[in-house]
């Protein structure tokens, strides 16, 4: 028995350790290399070998980062941070996706003259890190395009339903990488999602052609945004890389997907994920996008889909190209018919069997439902004998837009009206339901709502939507657009750019419906969908094209191009609005301003940053040298003779952070004096350029020196100073002002953000 006993509790204690491991990065300094081993790849395996019997490498990585992966329980990572050549061991993160009519709203339509030539496009290639690509997709196709461009070292890898073949002139490349998936859980389904580059999801398709679609004339959803579907650069390349499953997106295939994409030899890379928020030396994917962007490769990244709130964004370093979402000039508009004889206009995709024509019994889900979720029409929560025959009200939020049809649906109901709550103000998002229904805002929702609530027989119907142009104003930034400040540099402005995130209509896989749910059986070849994930890739093809115009350009120099562009008023001369409150946005909401293509191939003057750049925003940041080799892979020791300041890093953007005076008499009248100083490059030809100040506040004063710079020369650099004098304010203020220079023919803008803590 005793033995039976100590047997168990072995068992027991063997299960504890396997059930511990979890899957790190293992960052290498790679000059530390032992003479005894010909490559780098055995001196890792022997690093871990020493330290694990059973362990096995997942990765090796050689170009944005020197290290591998691999699955460890708590006891060898701190056996393995003892072994020469560990410069850090870092858990994985897990990241989550942020889920036809845009060029011509972009001005890409209306003067080709402006835009690069074709051939010198043919030359660029993005990569898209996704779910992977739906390769029959008619957005794929390569009609008029040449031959591969010779600076292309990837492949075209083959497995589960993808052959060579699905590779073309257009999708030069496709690759996947699942093994940090499988680590943590198990092996791949194939019987439920594709182990290759084959998109079963949708998402990866849909930002690819968006990127770098083909023109496909008569393109639409169900006849919804009909017309030619095109991506911002369509005469670019393709290379996908599979990163996302049903289970999520894993560091350690992200970062094995840079690792190749940037062997490969992409231009662009465009990734529409993000996880959390942490210090650059510990964000294993940033690290990674550092290299790549040191070597001229513009990373483009979503925002998030966390907004309206404060503070919320990811993808905040200052490499990456960060982008947040606005909305289009086009509206899918449905309206709805209440029994008192009011009528409101919503949003919808729907395209099926329409109501009958009369108007039916109308509910609203929290008075059917025997639950709190009731109102939110969650799984489970309505009453079919109350919901059956009727058209059911359903609050935004707690699970999915399209999941709340089906929960109404399955109980019953003919209808869903799915209203606003005030996170989400007017912003109209619309879905391919499978029921019909409609998306109305906060105030109109109120108003159906109270109507429900104050008649005794309340009845309503919906009618069909269509498609509606011109529709002002737009752009808007969307309520899910993640917002600044900065999370953990507020001396950097953030998001950097909004482009177009609402309603974005683009190829979609075969694999699954319009909705993505189990239940719908419908397929199609393009598909509606919202998010920062839609206008990130708008900026990694429109970086594509500025790439193709201006190919010695660094990726700073691109993203500067993109910023300075930007637009943050309507022509009448307001503001862009915030759709979440109805007000004007602010450079916390769009960043620099909606994205102006045709005016970024044309900068005059652009922001450059190198390496040694950031060396010094590393200094300033008090990082030690094992951290900035971290990132940089460089051997650098901060100078202490010498002051590094946030405030002198070269970017686009002014982000000012006060901290509010504390006295007796609460800071009144005290007064704190910061200087920025920024190197413009001109990129244009010789001329003079006079700065402009704009401020919505007297609280900040701003003098800038010199006041006019003369360039005689292309690539010559001028270098000025911004001195901030703010009065105290109270903690948790915030205000805004804007920085141009211009020669009469160019502006190049700043926006300028100060906030008090």
Same mark, same amino acid.
């Given at each position: 028995m005793k033995i039976l006993q100590t047997l168990a509790l072995f068992l027991l204690c063997v299960s504890c350790v396997i059930a511990k491991k979890k899957t790190y990065i293992i960052h290498m300094d790679h000059s530390s290399i032992p003479e005894s081993f010909n490559d780098h790849s055995q001196w890792y395996d022997a690093s871990l070998k020493s330290i694990s019997e059973t362990a096995e490498m997942l990765y090796t990585y050689e170009n944005v980062i020197h290290g591998f992966s691999t699955t460890l329980t708590k006891y060898e990572v701190e056996l393995l941070k003892k072994k020469p050549g560990i410069l850090s061991v870092l858990p994985e993160a897990r990241y989550e996706l942020h889920t036809t009519r845009t060029p011509e709203f972009l001005g890409?339509?209306?003067?080709?003259?402006?835009?690069?030539?074709?051939?010198?496009?043919?030359?660029?290639?993005?990569?898209?890190?996704?779910?992977?690509?739906?390769?029959?997709?008619?957005?794929?196709?390569?009609?008029?395009?040449? !031959?591969?461009?010779?600076?292309?070292?990837?492949?075209?890898?083959?497995?589960? *339903?993808?052959?060579?073949? *699905?590779?073309?002139?257009?999708?030069?490349?496709?690759?996947?990488?699942?093994?940090?998936?499988?680590?943590?859980?198990?092996?791949?389904?194939?019987?439920?999602?594709?182990?290759?580059?084959?998109?079963?999801?949708?998402?990866g398709t849909h930002t690819s052609t968006t990127a770098a679609g083909t023109a496909v004339p008569k393109a639409s959803l169900f006849g919804y945004a009909e017309g030619t579907a095109r991506g911002m650069a369509p005469q670019a390349r393709l290379a996908v890389y599979k990163i996302c499953w049903l289970g999520g997106c894993f560091g350690s295939d992200i970062m094995a997907a840079l690792d190749k994409a940037v062997a490969d030899g992409v231009n662009v890379i465009s990734m529409s994920i993000g996880g959390g928020t942490t210090d650059y030396y510990r964000d294993n994917v940033a690290m990674g996008a550092f290299r790549a962007a040191a070597q001229g490769i513009v990373v483009s990244c979503s925002a998030g889909n966390s907004g309206p709130y404060s503070g919320s964004l990811s993808n905040v370093a200052p490499w990456l190209t960060t982008v947040g979402a606005g909305t289009l000039d086009r509206d899918f508009p449905t309206y709805i018919t209440l029994g008192n004889g009011k009528n409101y206009s919503g949003v919808s995709f729907y395209n099926g069997k329409p109501l009958p024509n009369k108007l039916l019994p109308l509910v609203y889900g929290g008075?059917?439902?025997?639950?709190?979720?009731?109102?939110?029409?969650?799984?489970?929560?309505?009453?079919?004998?109350?919901?059956?025959?009727?058209?059911?009200?359903?609050?935004?939020?707690?699970?999915?837009?399209?999941?709340?049809?089906?929960?109404?649906?399955?109980?019953?109901?003919?209808?869903?009206?799915?209203?606003?709550?005030?996170?989400?103000?007017?912003?109209?998002?619309?879905?391919?339901?499978?029921?019909?229904?409609?998306?109305?805002?906060?105030?109109?929702?109120?108003?159906?709502?109270?109507?429900?609530?104050?008649?005794?027989?309340?009845?309503?119907?919906?009618?069909?939507?269509?498609?509606?142009?011109?529709?002002?104003?737009?752009?808007?930034?969307?309520?899910?657009?993640?917002?600044?400040? *900065?999370?953990?540099?507020?001396?950097?402005?953030? !998001?950097?750019?909004?482009?177009?995130?609402? *309603?974005?209509?683009?190829?979609?896989?075969?694999?699954?419906?319009?909705?993505?749910?189990?239940?719908d059986d419908r397929r199609v070849d393009f598909n509606i969908i919202s998010g920062t994930s839609m206008s990130c890739p708008h900026v990694s093809g429109l970086a594509a094209l500025i790439k193709s115009a201006h190919p010695r350009w660094s990726s700073a120099m691109i993203k500067s191009a993109l910023m300075t562009t930007a637009y943050t008023k309507y022509k009448s001369g307001e503001t862009l609005q915030d759709v979440s409150t109805g007000t004007p946005a602010t450079p916390f909401d769009f960043g620099a301003g909606h994205v102006n293509p045709v005016s970024a191939l044309n900068p005059g003057l652009v922001y450059d940053s190198t390496v040694d750049d950031y060396l010094h925003f590393f200094c300033a940041l008090n990082y030690s040298s094992s951290e900035i080799k971290l990132i940089t892979n460089k051997d650098f020791t901060c100078d202490s003779k010498k002051q590094y300041r946030l405030q002198d890093f070269n970017y686009p953007s002014f982000a000012v952070p006060f901290e509010t005076a504390s006295d007796r008499r609460g800071g009144e009248g005290v007064q704190t004096t910061i200087e920025y100083s920024r190197t413009l490059t001109n990129v244009g030809p010789p001329g003079t350029y006079k700065v402009t100040l704009s401020s919505e506040t007297q609280s900040v004063k701003m003098l800038v020196k010199p006041e006019s710079l003369s360039f005689s020369k292309a690539d010559e650099k001028k270098t000025y100073t911004v001195t901030f004098t703010a009065t105290s304010m109270p903690s948790g203020t915030s205000s805004f002002a804007r920085l141009e220079w211009s020669d009469g023919k160019h502006i190049v803008g700043s926006p300028v953000a100060f906030s008090w803590t």
């Open positions: 890409l339509g209306k003067d080709e003259s402006a835009l690069p030539s074709s051939g010198s496009v043919h030359e660029v290639i993005i990569g898209v890190l996704d779910t992977g690509v739906w390769p029959e997709s008619p957005s794929l196709h390569d009609t008029g395009l040449g !031959p591969v461009p010779s600076t292309w070292k990837g492949a075209c890898e083959t497995g589960t *339903n993808f052959t060579l073949s *699905n590779c073309n002139n257009k999708l030069i490349g496709a690759r996947y990488f699942y093994k940090g998936y499988e680590a943590a859980f198990g092996p791949i389904d194939e019987s439920s999602e594709s182990k290759s580059p084959r998109d079963d999801d949708g998402h008075s059917v439902s025997n639950t709190s979720s009731g109102t939110l029409c969650m799984d489970d929560s309505l009453i079919a004998s109350k919901v059956a025959g009727k058209i059911v009200v359903c609050d935004r939020g707690g699970n999915s837009r399209v999941q709340k049809g089906v929960v109404v649906k399955d109980a019953g109901g003919l209808g869903m009206i799915l209203t606003n709550t005030d996170s989400y103000g007017e912003e109209l998002v619309g879905d391919a339901q499978l029921l019909p229904s409609a998306a109305v805002g906060e105030k109109m929702g109120n108003l159906i709502k109270n109507y429900i609530s104050s008649d005794p027989n309340p009845t309503g119907t919906i009618s069909r939507g269509y498609t509606q142009l011109g529709v002002q104003p737009s752009p808007v930034v969307a309520a899910f657009s993640s917002r600044g400040p *900065n999370p953990i540099t507020p001396e950097i402005l953030k !998001p950097d750019i909004i482009a177009p995130g609402v *309603n974005i209509l683009a190829g979609w896989t075969r694999a699954t419906g319009p909705t993505g749910l189990h239940d």
